[in-house]
């Protein structure tokens, strides 16, 4: 059965009269709401804006909140792309709202906007990022030594050995690689590509000594192996990281114990 979708239409972020070669376009946004504690399903609500399509997807969503209906729930924070915080589907595919270019998603059609899939929705665009964390806390995301003392100068580093791992420093922990994976969508024990990402941070830095620890959690049922490698993670990631290489990097090291 179809989705019911209501409609709401407002001159929201309208510009003034009078400016015949103003830049701003009628945009539909139909976004996926959800409260728990109105209805137990969730449905498709469209919004009509006038908006510059140079403007970004999280700037509609704030129009909409701001002039149209106050209980939109999404998350934010820095709105450039380096919190991660705004992770959703965007016309059926993992975006930062923030990052998002209304030009550069047909605006001509409505847009979709919904959560990212995989983690249980709290509220319209929110969902519960425990699990998601929790993986990310069980891989020992954190430099390990066997040095129990404090050190008394810096853990000094070829810049050849940095470069080893420079690709998965980049993770900003936004969700989007991991809600993009089918096998995490069917399977919320897969630790998922965020968190074998961050293993394989610390895994390549020669300044860590717990690289087998990390080796062995990864090489559980739940670890490596379940990826399937359809590169949806590569695709989803905001920061250009190759998540599907790293994934197969830490196979490698589980295989030869190289690393």
Not at 7 to 23: L, T, Y
Not at 130 to 136: C, G, I, L, N, V
Request: net charge negative; charged share 30%.
């Amino acid at each position: 059965m179809a989705t019911p979708v209501l409609d709401k239409s407002d001159a929201a972020g309208k510009p003034e009269p009078g400016f015949a070669d103003s830049p701003y376009i009628t945009v539909t946004f139909r976004i996926r709401r959800f409260n728990p504690e109105v209805a137990a399903e969730a449905s498709w609500e469209d919004f009509q804006l006038e908006i510059d399509p140079k403007e970004r997807v999280l700037d509609a969503l704030h129009k909409i909140k701001w002039d149209l209906d106050g209980t939109l729930t999404f998350r934010r924070s820095c709105a450039h792309g380096i919190c991660g915080s705004d992770a959703m589907r965007i016309n059926g595919k993992n975006r930062l709202a923030c990052k998002t270019l209304i030009k550069d998603i047909n605006p001509e059609k409505p847009i979709t906007v919904e959560a990212i899939k995989g983690l249980t929705v709290l509220k319209d665009l929110v969902v519960d990022m425990e699990p998601f964390f929790q993986a990310y806390r069980d891989v020992m995301p954190f430099l390990i030594t066997k040095d129990t003392n404090e050190p008394t100068r810096e853990r000094l580093q070829t810049a050849e050995d940095r470069e080893r791992f420079d690709d998965t420093t980049k993770c900003i922990l936004c969700a989007a690689c991991t809600t993009s994976c089918p096998v995490f969508w069917n399977d919320g024990q897969y630790f998922g590509p965020a968190a074998i990402v961050n293993a394989h941070r610390f895994i390549f830095d020669s300044r860590d000594e717990a690289g087998e620890q990390r080796l062995e959690i990864l090489n559980d049922r739940d670890g490596v192996w379940r990826c399937r490698t359809t590169f949806n993670c590569t695709d989803a990631c905001p920061r250009g990281i190759e998540v599907t290489k790293a994934i197969a990097e830490v196979k490698r090291a589980l295989i030869t114990r190289r690393y």
